[in-house]
């Protein structure tokens, strides 16, 4: 009796902790995201925020730009996260492995640095009067503060997305590189007996190897990027705005009328999340893809 | 060698623009005093931001404190729960076992604010708003499925030999899980205990949502500053912030390494 029940005991107390603070937290959202009340009295279920929601052009243009930020976020930060991660397997290459540990190390910093300073460090870096405006104008590429885009608190996005790439990067050097240092060093020596060039071994053996768990790190970014509130609440402007931020709005507005649409849109978000979730995991398990291969 | 000094010279060129470069504008704006442009550097270099930040009546301090206690007791409410959890889901096959891990690990997917402001009315009600103890709460479930992986990982290499071999010499179930058990763990709780503690400091939303303003952590108190404040007090509380996040990281490194240190001393003795 004890041993076929002890693993639920052991499990009780973390699962009841989420089970009620979390699912309880989204059950009761998705209550009154219904119209569900009581204690304004107000008990029966409709669907009027999602309808309304549905027709209004905010939500659909807050979902666009949503989409648009976490696709170009986890495409720049894969890029850069790849771009590392196989600089520091090359360094380690050649090195034997000996300090490349003190370079791994350094790229981990941004991971460490908290969101609302890590957007506060793109803010100072590339608002239009930002630092790298001031070094354009002393090389002499702009004149006027006006010449330097707008590249914060812009309707694009781009300040989000700037910041996602610099402080994501590193986590996904961090889920590859791993799957690059199982790469044995006499794999190298083979490609060379074939005569094949760095360049040849980079494209044939080492990009295809971290593939799976390159797409992996991508898919979780996005994901992340799609429901995140710090970055774009900081760095967006108030129209159109991310989800997260649009739910923000609406919760805050002061009208409690508001309110089951902002948790309509919180339904929304948490079910697209639950959707992407599942392909990342259909897609680990079909290509075991943290670890490389067995 | 000549592809050997490319890779150094291109890995020096990432890190000084990655890691380096964007933190000059933050160090310069916090030493500033009317930084006109275009100056690279500020014309006079002043420490006034510092001095209220660190010294004026700010609450500077206070913040900190609020914000190293929450992190500290989630993350000990943390380990309680993820241990026997991480225990249960390494060791055994049981009916169910996919969806206990769906469960523990949703968190990670679903964004917690959605779940936060689900509950918001909730803990109104029970008189939960406002206080440490709601915030503490609220920043459970973004942590703990960290805890519990990174525990994981550490029972993933203990085999149940060794404590099979501990009971066959006396040890009872206390000392089995204090000696034997504890000790290989310790990793693999440091490591959640980072990303707990990291985690937690680092939460805007659902706390300003469960604290309503009244409990002021330092991204709280941080927040009106980088969203259009003074620059350089602004600067001065991000420096503050991320060094606090790198330094509770360095110091439980240290520490961890320090246990080794003292074992390994224990053990050449013995």
Redesign the interface.
């Known amino acids: 009796m004890w041993q076929k029940n002890?693993?639920?005991l052991?499990?009780f107390?973390?699962?009841g902790?989420?089970?009620l603070?979390?699912?309880?937290?989204?059950?009761?959202?998705?209550l009154?995201s219904l119209g569900y009340?009581p204690?304004l009295d107000q008990k029966d279920f409709n669907f009027t925020a999602y309808r309304e929601l549905f027709r209004s052009s905010e939500f659909w243009e807050s979902l666009i730009l949503t989409l648009r930020v976490a696709f170009l976020s986890s495409l720049f930060a894969a890029v850069?996260g790849a771009?590392?991660a196989i600089?520091?397997f090359?360094?380690k290459e050649?090195?034997n492995g000996s300090n490349s540990s003190i370079?791994y190390r350094?790229?981990q910093?941004?991971l460490?640095?908290?969101?609302?300073?890590g957007?506060?460090?793109?803010?100072?870096?590339f608002m239009q009067?930002?630092?790298l405006?001031?070094?354009a104008?002393?090389l002499g590429f702009i004149e006027t503060?006006s010449e330097f885009p707008v590249l914060v608190n812009d309707s694009f996005g781009w300040g989000i997305i700037l910041t996602y790439a610099?402080k994501e990067?590193p986590f996904i050097s961090l889920m590859i590189y791993p799957v690059l240092s199982r790469i044995h060093s006499s794999w190298r020596d083979v490609s060379r007996v074939f005569g094949a060039s760095?360049w040849n071994y980079v494209r044939e053996i080492v990009i295809p190897v971290m593939m799976p768990a390159w797409t992996i790190a991508t898919f979780i970014v996005f994901?992340f990027t799609f429901?995140?509130?710090?970055v774009p609440?900081?760095l967006g402007v108030t129209y159109p705005s991310t989800l997260?931020v649009y739910?923000?709005q609406l919760?805050t507005s002061g009208t409690l009328a508001d309110r089951p649409e902002?948790?309509a849109v919180?339904?929304i978000?948490?079910s697209f999340?639950?959707l992407?979730?599942l392909v990342?995991y259909a897609v680990n398990k079909r290509w075991n893809a943290l670890k490389g291969w067995d | 060698m000549k592809?050997?000094l490319f890779?150094?010279i291109?890995?020096s060129l990432?890190?000084f623009l990655?890691?380096f470069?964007?933190?000059?504008?933050?160090i310069?704006?916090s030493l500033s005093f009317g930084w006109q442009?275009?100056?690279?550097i500020p014309d006079s270099i002043s420490f006034r931001a510092w001095d209220y930040v660190l010294f004026g009546s700010s609450g500077t301090w206070q913040a900190v404190g609020v914000s190293l206690l929450i992190a500290l007791i989630v993350t000990i409410i943390n380990i309680?729960?993820?241990v026997?959890?991480a225990?249960?889901?390494v060791r055994?096959s049981?009916r169910g076992?996919w969806l206990?891990e769906a469960?523990?690990f949703?968190?990670i997917?679903?964004?917690?604010?959605?779940?936060?402001?689900?509950?918001h009315?909730?803990f109104l009600?029970l008189g939960l708003t406002e206080t440490i103890v709601g915030v503490v709460?609220?920043h459970?479930?973004p942590t703990?499925p960290y805890m519990?992986r990174a525990i994981m990982i550490s029972y993933q290499t203990l085999s149940v030999d060794w404590e099979d071999q501990a009971r066959m010499l006396g040890a009872g179930p206390v000392s089995r899980f204090t000696l034997v058990v504890l000790p290989h763990l310790l990793p693999g709780i440091v490591a959640g205990a980072s990303l707990s503690i990291?985690i937690s400091?680092?939460q805007?939303?659902i706390t300003f949502i469960i604290g309503s303003g009244q409990v002021v952590t330092l991204?709280i108190l941080?927040?009106p500053f980088?969203?259009g404040g003074d620059?350089a007090i602004?600067?001065a509380y991000?420096l503050l912030?991320?060094g606090m996040?790198?330094m509770t990281?360095f110091g439980l490194d240290v520490l961890l390494k320090k246990y080794y240190q003292q074992k390994k001393a224990v053990t050449n003795k013995g």
């Open positions: 002890k693993p639920y052991l499990l107390p973390a699962i902790t989420i089970v603070l979390f699912f309880g937290g989204l059950f009761d959202g998705f009154k009340f204690a850069l771009i590392i600089f520091l090359m360094m050649s090195t370079w350094l790229f910093l941004p460490t640095i908290p969101h609302l300073v957007g506060y460090i793109i803010v100072l870096l009067s930002g630092f405006s001031r070094i104008t002393n503060i610099w990067a760095r994901v429901s995140a509130f710090e609440f900081l997260p739910s923000y919760y902002a948790l919180n339904i978000l948490a999340t639950v992407l979730g990342v | 592809p050997q890779i150094k291109s890995l990432l890190v990655l890691m470069l964007p933190f000059i504008p933050l310069l704006s442009w275009p100056a690279i309680l729960l993820a026997p959890a225990n249960a889901l055994n049981f076992k206990m469960i523990i949703a968190p997917i679903i964004p917690p604010f959605v779940a936060v402001m689900g509950i009315l909730t009600k709460l609220a459970l479930s703990l519990v990291l400091l680092s805007y939303l991204s941080l927040f980088i969203s620059p602004a600067s991000s912030f991320a996040a790198i990281l």
